[in-house]
């Protein structure tokens, strides 16, 4: 606790990073660490079935949040799992073609999955966004050829929080045949996602975006849809992924998907109404501007720009707040963010916020004055 401000610090504001595990959601796990250790596989006997029954209750919980049918979702480590499974796995399995389509913007995940089936033969278009962010449904028609396989776009993007129009660019590939894998890690509790009414057939998630432990993800696969297994063993998940399932970090998924539910009627408010005090507060500030579109956008996300010759200096100069200058799950890369030189904008020189269920608005308010000093320090380095 800093005795100056009465709070405690570093504030984070990188949760699009990673979010803080949920206190109800450890107390879900914590029978599961200890007590419920069995292997949900072994049925066999009292253990093994307490852990199968939770571990369905989960499914359960995670397909709810949104609105598919629970056999529909194949457990994973995390989303880059789910989307190397839904990618390479939707590529082994089809028959229509060695083309894929995705876009420039998308997380490292898709794109490196991408780049390595090009290895492996196939052609990949990789679609420009518009200078929003957005992607334009009419040139992503105009990708399609009656040879492409599978197309994949991210609901939300990482890095800028766009919201793509998903409904629309599916709609197309249901109407050709073609294969529709989302990426929605940064989606869950933040957009509204009903999977009986969008036209996606494979859709990957994850738990650690959403409050919930790291290590544990989730892919829907649409009744019907062909994906060729990338895992082989004892043939778990109906044979799409083997493995022993990690039961404590499954209750936790399922039980941060089931939290995300309950909460996001006020959580998503609330968090626009944070975002937008953030943004009020600094926004008359001429170093900085917005990166993507401001109206389709998740409600907890601010990706700034900043025109000054040393950005770095000044986003290790932000002592008081953790945020990010990169995606973060670029390794730790120094290199230019590939999302914002997409965009026309310089990776190097841009500050993503995002704001979480445990910030308050005293943190906020301290952010913009501990922006606003920064930036005035940052400015007179540059005028002396």
Same mark, same amino acid.
């Given at each position: 606790?800093?005795?100056?401000?009465?709070?405690?610090?570093?504030? %984070? !504001?990188?949760?699009?990073?990673?979010?803080?595990? @949920? /206190?109800?959601?450890?107390? =879900?796990? $914590?029978?599961?660490? &200890?007590?419920?250790?069995?292997?949900?596989?072994?049925?066999?006997?009292?253990?093994?079935?307490?852990?199968?029954?939770?571990?369905?209750?989960?499914?359960?919980?995670?397909?709810?949040?949104?609105?598919?049918?629970?056999?529909?979702?194949?457990?994973?480590?995390?989303?880059?799992?789910?989307?190397?499974?839904?990618?390479?796995?939707?590529?082994?399995?089809?028959?229509?073609?060695?083309?894929?389509?995705?876009?420039?913007?998308?997380?490292?995940?898709?794109?490196?999955?991408?780049?390595?089936?090009?290895?492996?033969?196939?052609?990949?278009? %990789? !679609?420009?966004?518009?200078?929003?962010?957005?992607? @334009? /449904?009419?040139?992503?028609? =105009?990708? $399609?050829?009656?040879? &492409?396989?599978?197309?994949?776009?991210?609901?939300?993007?990482?890095?800028?929080?766009?919201?793509?129009?998903?409904?629309?660019?599916?709609?197309?590939?249901?109407?050709?045949?073609?294969?529709?894998?989302?990426?929605?890690?940064?989606?869950?509790?933040?957009?509204?996602?009903?999977?009986?009414?969008?036209?996606?057939?494979?859709?990957?998630?994850?738990?650690?975006?959403?409050?919930?432990?790291?290590?544990?993800?989730?892919?829907?696969?649409?009744?019907?849809?062909?994906?060729?297994?990338?895992?082989?063993?004892?043939?778990?998940?109906?044979?799409?992924?083997?493995?022993?399932?990690?039961?404590?970090?499954?209750?936790?998924?399922?039980?941060?998907?089931?939290?995300?539910?309950?909460?996001?009627?006020?959580?998503?408010?609330?968090?626009?109404?944070?975002?937008?005090?953030?943004?009020?507060?600094?926004?008359?500030?001429?170093?900085?501007?917005?990166?993507?579109?401001?109206?389709?956008?998740?409600?907890?996300?601010?990706?700034?720009?900043?025109?000054?010759?040393?950005?770095?200096?000044?986003?290790?100069?932000?002592?008081?707040?953790?945020?990010?200058?990169?995606?973060?799950?670029?390794?730790?890369?120094?290199?230019?963010?590939?999302?914002?030189?997409?965009?026309?904008?310089?990776?190097?020189?841009?500050?993503?916020?995002?704001?979480?269920?445990?910030?308050?608005?005293?943190?906020?308010?301290?952010?913009?004055?501990?922006?606003?000093?920064?930036?005035?320090?940052?400015?007179?380095?540059?005028?002396?």
């Amino acid at each position: 606790m800093n005795t100056a401000t009465g709070l405690s610090l570093p504030i %984070y !504001l990188d949760n699009s990073a990673t979010t803080p595990l @949920d /206190p109800r959601v450890v107390d =879900a796990m $914590l029978p599961y660490l &200890t007590t419920h250790f069995g292997n949900p596989a072994s049925t066999t006997h009292e253990f093994g079935r307490i852990a199968m029954h939770a571990v369905e209750r989960a499914r359960a919980e995670v397909a709810a949040l949104v609105n598919a049918d629970e056999r529909e979702i194949v457990w994973t480590s995390g989303a880059t799992e789910s989307n190397n499974l839904a990618i390479k796995g939707a590529a082994a399995a089809g028959t229509r073609g060695k083309r894929l389509v995705t876009v420039q913007t998308e997380h490292k995940a898709v794109l490196d999955t991408m780049k390595e089936l090009e290895r492996a033969g196939y052609e990949v278009t %990789y !679609l420009a966004p518009e200078p929003n962010g957005l992607v @334009d /449904p009419q040139k992503f028609a =105009a990708a $399609l050829r009656p040879d &492409t396989q599978l197309a994949s776009v991210m609901l939300v993007n990482n890095e800028i929080g766009v919201i793509q129009d998903i409904a629309a660019l599916g709609e197309v590939c249901r109407e050709r045949g073609i294969v529709f894998h989302v990426d929605a890690a940064q989606a869950t509790g933040k957009v509204a996602i009903d999977l009986k009414q969008l036209p996606v057939d494979l859709m990957s998630l994850t738990a650690h975006k959403t409050y919930g432990p790291k290590g544990i993800g989730a892919l829907y696969v649409r009744r019907g849809a062909r994906v060729a297994a990338q895992m082989h063993g004892g043939g778990h998940e109906r044979g799409m992924r083997s493995g022993t399932l990690p039961t404590h970090q499954i209750v936790g998924m399922g039980a941060c998907f089931r939290l995300a539910q309950e909460d996001m009627a006020t959580e998503v408010p609330r968090l626009r109404s944070l975002r937008d005090r953030l943004w009020a507060g600094i926004s008359d500030l001429p170093e900085l501007r917005i990166n993507g579109d401001m109206e389709r956008r998740i409600a907890n996300n601010l990706n700034l720009s900043v025109s000054l010759p040393d950005c770095d200096a000044l986003v290790t100069s932000l002592t008081d707040i953790a945020v990010s200058s990169t995606s973060a799950c670029s390794s730790g890369s120094a290199m230019p963010s590939h999302v914002l030189q997409a965009l026309g904008a310089e990776g190097s020189s841009t500050i993503r916020l995002t704001i979480g269920r445990f910030n308050t608005v005293d943190e906020i308010d301290h952010a913009i004055r501990h922006l606003r000093d920064k930036l005035e320090e940052c400015r007179a380095r540059k005028a002396a």
